[in-house]
């Protein structure tokens, strides 16, 4: 052991193209920053196969039968927790739900006897959502099931991070060379993390627009573009992705007033209209209406919002199939 | 009754305090150092064969964490105190973050009745500088020095209040009293959980600026320019905070300031795995801030050598990188850390680091000890500098498993530790 070092996997892209050779290994999905542009392309070919399940009248494949999806929630995320459900079963897998305020779980049950209770029942895989940056790690490090960050803290939203890439690729038909816009809080939001990690590795160029109190220096460092003016960093963007901003911020003073962001930040037609014609609007919901984003600008054209609620359908059935096929490859669940 | 006397035989003899660095036998008799000299006599005494070993006055730690009174089953007095002469420390400065505080007599008086029924080493407490650590009221500090207490601190906070700082400098002064001050202004540390920076923000967590303690280091250095009374910076983890304490120093300022293991050997990135026991606070830093740290050991403006010892149980530890608390146990494995950190890599030689460990802890908090010169209490620390070994948290005589160093490989072990003239540790085979 080394002090200091923190082991790594290898991250780079891969040398051979996505071609069928490639075989998907890993048994839990943590965040985006790990995966090579080869697995991220292998997810989302996944997806695209698997979106014709939803076509059919019968909108169910027998993929997954037997297996055991657990949502495990420590926060509120009604739509998340929807998405992954219906997902799951539409591979025709088990559903159960848990949650908890972390308030009750911190004082009573610790998360790895919540984990370690729920496992003894035979379940597959968590899904987890959990207030605390790293709590789905630790699962993963003493659990045999597989483990899918449904967001944790600031750190990762990795479905949500692929579901944007995966709408701007079927939107741009590709992601190499791209200008993504990112607005907002990009301080606390795992949806910028996410997105930033997946969109670089597949060589978009990311800009984090903001102001200085919520846009952190240190990202230039890993690779972004900074930028606190909007109507600058939209002059060459093809993306731009509408962070929600918490109203909680304002109490501590990262902004001075709802309004003054509004001027600042917020995209309205008027802006909209300064940028190329076909830039399309993102924002991973949900929407303050007339705050980051203007209702005639959500509702506009350029907008792929509702698109990116679909497509998370079939991002969270390719990451659920993917990580299940992989732990049954381990041998440590039963074959599908 | 008497206590046996002891002669250890041959060993290198470094005594930093009176620049002694020799081969010879030291007699301990009556609790004291009797003699220093060769091929002493033996007489009655029994005999300990130190050949290759380095025999130095007990190591003194100015910073732990016993948490007894409140914490007990994480440490006590007894378990705590077994941990330091287990890691060659032979006197330790508990501090008052207990349950409740030790903020009046009554708590200083406790420590010295718990460490005279089970201590190993020698236990000085640290009283609070405010009531209950809250940083509003004076803490009866007089009294707490009529019981015994060495120096006064908040310690896991700071003072923050500048007015309640002046008023503490100005009083503790009228004892002659050190106030050891945890460096962090809370409001711009704002929540971290770790050092702000890269890795901070790939990890999604909440970060503490190095700027925070310099802040409040620079702060305290303007009270004491004005005040002349005695300052300590407790477990200093920035390059800023070393350059601001160096200039004090050059400027004939009444301050010292101490450093931990942790900081002259991990940096932040070590938090890359959530992995709380790389949590602490002040937290890991950057590359060029133990860069600094180790430089400021070096040229002399840090004074010495701590272990921040602060155990925490495993159902705590295991809580989200979020949640944990913070620190880690150091006693029984800060000696090879030291070595790692300063004599392996040719920057320091053992007589420079034993200084800081032994007379330089010692008149920070005015102790009669850290010297082996006849007449002095028998407290001796026998060293093996080549023993090789595995650090094995498995086998710490702390209650407590906090500590980011198991299975490290690291050379120099204590293999003897006398307390007052008794042997109160011996290793294995030894």
Redesign the interface.
């Known amino acids: ?1 080394t ?6 996997k290898p991250a780079g892209t891969a040398s051979a193209g996505p071609g069928n050779s490639f075989v998907w290994t890993r048994r839990h999905l943590l965040g985006l ?1 790990d995966l090579s542009a080869e697995e991220l392309l292998y997810i989302f070919r996944t997806a695209e196969n698997l979106q014709e399940i939803s076509t059919r009248s019968v909108k169910k494949a027998p993929a997954l039968r037997g297996r055991v999806m657990v949502n495990l929630f420590f926060e509120d995320s009604t739509r998340t927790r929807m998405s992954f459900t219906l997902a799951a079963q539409r591979l025709a897998a088990d559903v159960l739900d848990f949650s908890a305020a972390r308030s009750s779980v ?1 004082k009573g049950e ?3 006897d919540t984990v370690r209770n729920i496992e003894a029942m035979g379940v597959d895989t968590f899904i987890i959502r ?6 789905p ?2 699962v993963a490090q003493y659990s045999r099931c597989c483990v899918i960050n449904a967001g ?5 939203h990795p479905t949500q991070g692929l579901i944007d890439i995966f709408t701007i690729r079927e939107r741009k038909g590709r992601i190499e060379g791209l200008n993504v816009v990112i607005v907002g809080d990009i ?1 606390h939001s ?1 949806v910028a ?1 996410s997105n930033f990690w997946g969109l670089t590795r597949l060589g978009a160029r990311v800009t984090f627009v903001g102001p200085t109190t919520l846009v ?1 220096r ?2 230039e ?2 690779g972004a573009r900074i930028s606190h003016d909007l109507d600058e960093a939209l002059k060459d963007a093809d993306v731009v992705n509408m962070l929600r901003i918490q109203r909680e911020r304002m109490t501590s003073q990262e902004f001075p007033s709802t309004e003054e962001y509004v001027r600042l930040f917020g995209l309205t037609r008027e802006r909209l209209a300064r940028a190329k014609p076909d830039i399309l609007v993102m924002h991973p919901g949900p929407i303050n209406r007339g705050v980051e984003l203007a209702s005639d600008v959500a509702d506009g054209p350029n907008s792929s919002i509702l698109r990116q609620v679909s497509n998370g359908l079939a991002i969270r059935m390719a990451v659920l199939f993917l990580v299940n096929q992989a732990n049954s490859q381990d041998g440590a669940g039963p074959p599908g | 009754m008497r206590k046996p006397d002891i002669l250890i035989r041959g060993g290198r003899i470094i005594d930093p305090a009176c620049g002694r660095d020799a081969v010879g036998d030291v007699l301990l008799a009556g609790g004291k150092v009797a003699r220093i000299g060769e091929g002493l006599p033996a007489g009655d005494a029994e005999v300990v064969d130190a050949a290759g070993c380095i025999v130095c006055p007990g190591l003194i730690d100015i910073h732990v964490h016993l948490r007894e009174p409140g914490d007990e089953t994480e440490e006590t007095i007894a378990s705590g105190s077994a941990a330091a002469v287990a890691g060659g420390f032979t006197s330790v400065a508990c501090m008052p973050n207990t349950r409740p505080a030790l903020d009046d007599e009554t708590g200083i008086e406790f420590v010295y009745q718990q460490a005279a029924r089970g201590a190993l080493c020698h236990v000085f407490p640290v009283g609070a500088v405010t009531k209950g650590r809250e940083g509003r009221e004076l803490a009866e500090i007089g009294q707490m020095v009529r019981a015994g207490a060495v120096a006064f601190s908040d310690d896991g906070r700071g003072v923050e209040n500048t007015a309640v700082m002046f008023k503490a400098l100005q009083y503790a002064a009228m004892f002659d009293k050190p106030v050891l001050q945890h460096c962090e202004d809370p409001h711009i540390a704002g929540g971290g959980v770790m050092n ?3 890795t ?7 970060g503490a600026s190095p700027i925070a303690e310099e802040l409040m280091i620079q702060r305290d250095l303007t009270l004491v320019r004005e005040l002349g009374a005695r300052y300590h910076v407790c477990h200093i983890s920035t390059a800023r905070g070393v350059e601001l304490v160096r200039r004090a120093k050059a400027d004939g300022l009444p301050v010292t300031t101490e450093v931990c293991p942790h900081h002259l ?3 932040e ?6 992995d709380t026991n790389y949590k602490m606070s002040p937290p890991l830093r950057s590359r060029a801030d133990v860069e600094a740290c180790l430089q400021g050991v070096v040229d002399g403006t840090i004074d010495c050598l701590v272990t921040d010892h602060a155990p925490h149980g495993l ?1 705590e530890k ?6 944990a608390p913070f620190g880690i146990i150091g006693l029984e494995c800060a000696l090879p850390l030291y070595v790692k950190a300063l004599i392996e890599p040719g920057l320091m030689d053992w007589p420079g680091m034993l200084k800081r460990l032994t007379v330089s802890p010692a008149r920070v908090l005015s102790l009669a000890k850290g010297t082996l010169a006849e007449g002095a209490d028998a407290d001796v620390t026998i060293i093996d500098p080549q023993a090789r070994w595995t650090i094995d948290v498995r086998r710490f005589r702390s209650k407590s498993r906090n500590c980011p160093y198991d ?2 490989k690291v050379t120099g072990r204590a293999v003897m530790t006398i307390v007052s003239g008794q042997v109160r540790y011996r290793l294995e085979g030894w």
């Open positions: 052991m002090p200091g070092s923190s082991a790594e920053e911190t610790s998360l790895r959990h207030p605390a940056a790293g709590a790690h630790a944790d803290g600031q750190h990762e301080a795992r993390r952190p240190a990202f460092r890993l | 702000s920076g890269v901070a923000v790939r990890l999604g967590l909440p050997l991990l940096t990135e070590a938090c890359g795995t959530y159902q295991e809580l989200e990188f979020l949640d299975g490290w």
